[in-house]
């Protein structure tokens, strides 16, 4: 059982930049591949990047690819979004999550563990 907080989360200006932390605990973090989604008022949950488990590989979604660089720290038990050149439609709910089985990192049903969400709100 892995239980995940996420931190980071506020409001930013068009523009900005903001990083995202998912401390992880109960768990082996090292073993998990783990990724990153976000939620937006009234639609599904997307996904945004994905990190192996021992952080050689990452996966972004076309909206965040250049602007967004995933990250894992095995040794803190910590994973993370840096977010750059936000814009409106960023704003989200952020959730991270650890993928419990199969391969398609995007898949949302491969992830069995997921954090509480961090608010995240560009103004334009």
């Known amino acids: 059982q892995v239980q995940l907080v996420e931190s980071g989360g506020g409001l930013v200006q068009a523009g900005g930049s903001l990083r995202l932390s998912c401390a992880a605990s109960g768990g082996t973090f090292s073993t998990y591949p783990m990724g990153w989604f976000r939620q937006a008022p009234g639609k599904e949950r997307e996904f945004v990047a994905a990190?192996?488990?021992?952080?050689?590989?990452?996966y972004y979604a076309d909206s965040a690819k250049g602007r967004f660089t995933i990250s894992r720290d095995n040794a803190k038990n910590t994973l993370y979004l840096q977010m750059n050149s936000l814009k409106p439609e960023d704003t989200a709910v952020y959730y991270c999550?650890?993928?419990?089985?199969?391969?398609?990192?995007?898949?949302?049903?491969?992830?069995?563990?997921w954090g509480q969400g961090t608010q995240v709100t560009v103004a334009s």
């Open positions: 999550a650890a993928r419990r089985r199969g391969l398609a990192y995007s898949n949302l049903s491969n992830y069995g563990y």
């Open positions: 990190v192996s488990s021992s952080g050689d590989g990452t």
